[in-house]
């Protein structure tokens, strides 16, 4: 498979020549995010499927899909609409019983990390929505549809609300998007906001989205809300390689001149590939989106298994088909082993001294070590 590597005049280099041989670490990658209130929260894997067009699929497709991506240790965004219908429970919000090998031992309760979406319109949430959430997503960016409106599709906001076909939600047309929660008065109120929803999910993380337009004047507001963690919305500009690094560069160094160095910060960067991912991640992020990967298994599920009958998008109960699993394997098998060993590898490396460019451009807009 041809990659196009957007980072690729920036390296990740090796050890210098003179380091002591050390050998691998266990389990390097376990991460955890910490919260301003309760117990810090497992990250396995820093990378996480940010905005899944579930819609596009049938229910329990997108079911199944879910939990497949979920057993990778990726964090997956969905609500319970949009893998489920009102009266029934998807399993990769219920999870699993796992069998063991070894018939003396005792089943085991495989639970699902996921992001919950806290739109500022709010279509398709649910209170159930906040039980048992890893991070709660506060969206403060206007969205897009796939046709450029600041809207909703039809078909996505009828998977949302459920309405009948006779009487579709605004008449079957797009419903526009809102650009701040309607029961936050301003940006200065934002923090009772995110108060609430610590209430109201106490097992979660509570982040905030935003976009790079105005990131001088929002960022350090938002900052001062004292949300969990930051992501960052990159993808849907289209911005050259050395732009994706250079923002990212500078909302690390901006949340670290407002003493947030701790703080994680998410970025939703597009189309990348695991090389790039890792060089994120070695810019300042916490953890990358991959949507750009997850999205391609929507896609091909929409085109290679149709829906055909009602059965396929009632909802109805189903068990889940380990068939899944391999499709997510062979599809994201390869690129997220990539992006492991390379994000291990990091570890071997002083942070100061992780990237390089033989590119003066890239070394000097970066602060990376030039190359000759």
Same mark, same amino acid.
């Given at each position: 498979?041809?990659?196009?590597?957007?980072?690729?005049?920036?390296?990740?280099?090796?050890?210098?020549?003179?380091?002591?041989? +050390?050998?691998?670490?266990?389990?390097?990658?376990?991460? =955890?995010? =910490?919260?301003?209130?309760?117990?810090?929260?497992?990250?396995?894997?820093?990378?996480?499927? &940010?905005?899944?067009?579930? &819609?596009?699929?049938?229910?329990?497709?997108?079911?199944?899909? *879910?939990?497949?991506?979920?057993?990778?240790?990726?964090?997956?965004?969905?609500?319970?609409?949009?893998? =489920?219908?009102?009266?029934?429970?998807? @399993?990769?919000?219920?999870?699993?019983?796992?069998?063991?090998?070894?018939?003396?031992?005792?089943?085991?309760?495989?639970?699902?990390?996921?992001?919950?979406?806290?739109?500022?319109?709010? &279509?398709?949430? +649910?209170?159930?929505?906040?039980?048992?959430?890893?991070?709660?997503?506060?969206?403060?960016?206007?969205?897009?549809?796939?046709?450029?409106?600041?809207? &909703?599709?039809?078909?996505?906001? #009828?998977?949302?609300?459920?309405?009948? *076909?006779?009487?579709?939600?605004?008449?079957?047309?797009?419903?526009?998007?809102? +650009?701040?929660?309607?029961?936050? *008065?301003?940006?200065?109120?934002?923090?009772?906001? @995110?108060? #609430?929803?610590?209430?109201?999910?106490?097992?979660?993380?509570?982040?905030?989205?935003?976009?790079?337009?105005?990131?001088?004047?929002?960022?350090?507001?938002?900052?001062?809300?004292?949300?969990?963690?930051?992501?960052?919305?990159?993808?849907?500009?289209?911005?050259?390689?050395?732009?994706?690094?250079?923002? +990212?560069?500078?909302?690390?160094?901006?949340?670290?001149?407002?003493?947030?160095?701790?703080?994680?910060?998410?970025?939703?960067?597009?189309?990348?590939?695991?090389?790039? *991912?890792?060089?994120?991640?070695?810019?300042?992020?916490?953890?990358?989106?991959?949507?750009?990967?997850?999205?391609?298994?929507?896609?091909?599920?929409?085109? =290679?298994?149709?829906?055909?009958?009602?059965?396929?998008?009632?909802?109805?109960?189903? #068990?889940?088909?380990?068939?899944?699993?391999?499709?997510?394997?062979?599809?994201?098998?390869?690129?997220?082993?990539?992006?492991?060993?390379?994000?291990?590898?990091?570890?071997?490396?002083?942070?100061?001294?992780?990237?390089?460019?033989?590119?003066?451009?890239?070394?000097?807009?970066?602060?990376?070590?030039?190359?000759?």
């Amino acid at each position: 498979m041809q990659l196009n590597h957007r980072l690729a005049p920036l390296h990740l280099l090796p050890p210098p020549v003179f380091t002591p041989w +050390t050998g691998a670490l266990v389990n390097s990658h376990r991460g =955890s995010i =910490s919260r301003k209130q309760g117990q810090d929260i497992p990250l396995p894997l820093p990378l996480f499927w &940010y905005d899944p067009p579930w &819609y596009q699929i049938t229910m329990e497709q997108a079911d199944n899909l *879910a939990v497949a991506v979920g057993e990778l240790d990726i964090l997956v965004t969905a609500m319970h609409r949009d893998l =489920s219908a009102p009266q029934t429970e998807s @399993i990769f919000h219920a999870g699993r019983q796992i069998e063991p090998d070894d018939s003396g031992k005792s089943p085991t309760h495989r639970r699902y990390r996921r992001i919950v979406p806290y739109r500022s319109e709010r &279509y398709g949430l +649910t209170v159930t929505d906040f039980d048992d959430a890893d991070v709660v997503d506060l969206r403060l960016m206007m969205a897009r549809d796939v046709s450029g409106r600041f809207a &909703y599709s039809p078909a996505q906001i #009828q998977r949302w609300e459920a309405a009948p *076909a006779t009487s579709p939600v605004a008449g079957g047309g797009w419903v526009p998007a809102a +650009t701040f929660p309607p029961d936050v *008065a301003s940006m200065e109120h934002l923090k009772s906001k @995110i108060d #609430q929803i610590r209430r109201l999910s106490e097992s979660a993380a509570v982040f905030v989205s935003m976009g790079p337009f105005r990131m001088g004047d929002e960022l350090p507001k938002l900052l001062a809300a004292e949300p969990d963690g930051l992501i960052l919305r990159l993808d849907e500009i289209q911005l050259e390689g050395l732009e994706l690094a250079a923002i +990212t560069r500078r909302a690390r160094q901006m949340m670290n001149a407002e003493k947030c160095s701790d703080m994680p910060l998410w970025v939703v960067p597009g189309t990348i590939t695991p090389d790039d *991912a890792v060089k994120l991640v070695a810019l300042g992020a916490s953890a990358v989106a991959i949507d750009d990967w997850c999205n391609n298994l929507i896609m091909q599920t929409r085109d =290679s298994q149709p829906a055909t009958t009602a059965a396929a998008t009632s909802g109805a109960a189903h #068990q889940y088909d380990p068939r899944w699993g391999d499709f997510v394997k062979d599809h994201l098998g390869e690129l997220t082993d990539r992006f492991l060993g390379l994000f291990e590898s990091l570890q071997s490396v002083s942070e100061n001294e992780r990237l390089g460019s033989f590119s003066g451009t890239w070394a000097n807009v970066l602060g990376v070590q030039g190359l000759r």
